[in-house]
């Protein structure tokens, strides 16, 4: 298993270690009866979502140098309008009824929830097909234990030298302020925000608007202290 990490700075360089990944990958997977590779490529969220359009079209790219050797079959998840809790077990039943011929040589998912219903499913929708990732955050081995053949890109984000910087740039800072939607993504990243800020040993004051509506996000940015850093 390889795992391969990296800073979310540059998303070419993210594009790039991801592709890697598929291809060292590939030579392992059983060819398929087809001359045809079939991919199958789970997104956890929805498109016209810049970050899932973004992965899908890096994808196509690459495999488009094959010309008519692929042949893609992309899902969209929903996960950041549908909680996991709702539509993991509709998602469940469609996927059973709806690839319960197609035999996928490798499945690419993208973000948490896409590896995490992955996980709970895999041996039962898609058995012995392999796995690639990107974009996941706070990564640990459990998030792929139980799972055979698998790799990927996880997404490392070092906090606690992007804190010490804004410090750096902004000694005057009183408080350090938080901003996310709620979603297992940015829940992730915000226990990374505060591991990093505690690391860091500075006394700084942070605050964190979580899942606010845009209106209430408004009047609380309005209300924070002018040496607020976000």
Same mark, same amino acid.
């Not at 956890?44 to 893609?72: L, M, N, Q």
């Not at 009824?97 to 896409?114: E, G, L």
């Not at 041996?123 to 998030?143: A, E, Q, S, T, W």
């Not at 698998?150 to 902004?170: C, M, N, P, Q, Y």
């Given at each position: 298993?390889?795992?391969?990490?990296?800073?979310?700075?540059?998303?070419?360089?993210?594009?790039?270690?991801?592709?890697?990944?598929?291809?060292?990958?590939?030579?392992?997977?059983?060819?398929?009866?087809?001359?045809?590779?079939?991919?199958?490529?789970?997104?956890?969220?929805?498109?016209?979502?810049?970050?899932?359009?973004?992965?899908?079209?890096?994808?196509?790219?690459?495999?488009?140098?094959?010309?008519?050797?692929?042949?893609?079959?992309?899902?969209?998840?929903? *996960?950041? $309008?549908?909680?996991?809790?709702?539509?993991?077990?509709?998602?469940?039943?469609?996927?059973?009824?709806?690839?319960?011929?197609?035999?996928?040589?490798?499945?690419?998912?993208?973000?948490?929830?896409?590896?995490?219903?992955?996980? +709970?499913?895999?041996?039962?929708?898609?058995?012995?097909?392999?796995?690639?990732?990107?974009?996941?955050?706070?990564? $640990?081995?459990?998030?792929?234990?139980?799972?055979?053949?698998?790799?990927?890109?996880?997404?490392?984000?070092?906090?606690?030298? *992007?804190? $010490?910087?804004?410090?750096?740039?902004?000694?005057?800072?009183?408080?350090?302020? =938080?901003?996310?939607?709620?979603?297992?993504?940015?829940?992730?990243?915000?226990?990374?925000?505060?591991?990093?800020?505690?690391?860091?040993?500075?006394?700084?004051?942070?605050?964190?608007?979580?899942?606010?509506?845009?209106?209430?996000?408004?009047? =609380?940015? +309005?209300?924070?202290?002018? *040496?607020?850093?976000?």
């Amino acid at each position: 298993m390889t795992i391969y990490k990296h800073t979310t700075i540059n998303g070419f360089v993210s594009l790039i270690l991801f592709v890697q990944a598929i291809y060292l990958f590939l030579p392992q997977i059983a060819h398929c009866q087809f001359d045809k590779k079939e991919i199958l490529v789970l997104n956890s969220y929805h498109p016209g979502y810049s970050w899932s359009d973004e992965i899908v079209k890096g994808i196509r790219s690459v495999f488009s140098e094959d010309g008519d050797g692929v042949a893609f079959y992309i899902e969209y998840m929903d *996960t950041k $309008r549908l909680s996991p809790e709702i539509s993991f077990p509709l998602l469940e039943q469609l996927y059973q009824i709806k690839y319960k011929q197609p035999h996928f040589d490798v499945i690419i998912v993208s973000d948490n929830n896409a590896l995490k219903f992955l996980k +709970e499913n895999h041996d039962k929708l898609f058995p012995n097909i392999p796995i690639v990732f990107c974009g996941i955050n706070n990564y $640990r081995d459990d998030l792929i234990a139980g799972i055979g053949g698998v790799t990927g890109v996880a997404e490392d984000i070092d906090f606690s030298e *992007t804190v $010490r910087l804004v410090l750096k740039l902004h000694p005057e800072a009183t408080h350090l302020v =938080a901003i996310s939607d709620g979603t297992v993504s940015a829940n992730e990243n915000l226990l990374r925000f505060q591991e990093g800020v505690s690391g860091v040993g500075e006394k700084i004051q942070t605050i964190e608007l979580t899942a606010l509506p845009p209106q209430d996000l408004a009047v =609380a940015l +309005e209300k924070l202290p002018p *040496t607020s850093i976000l």
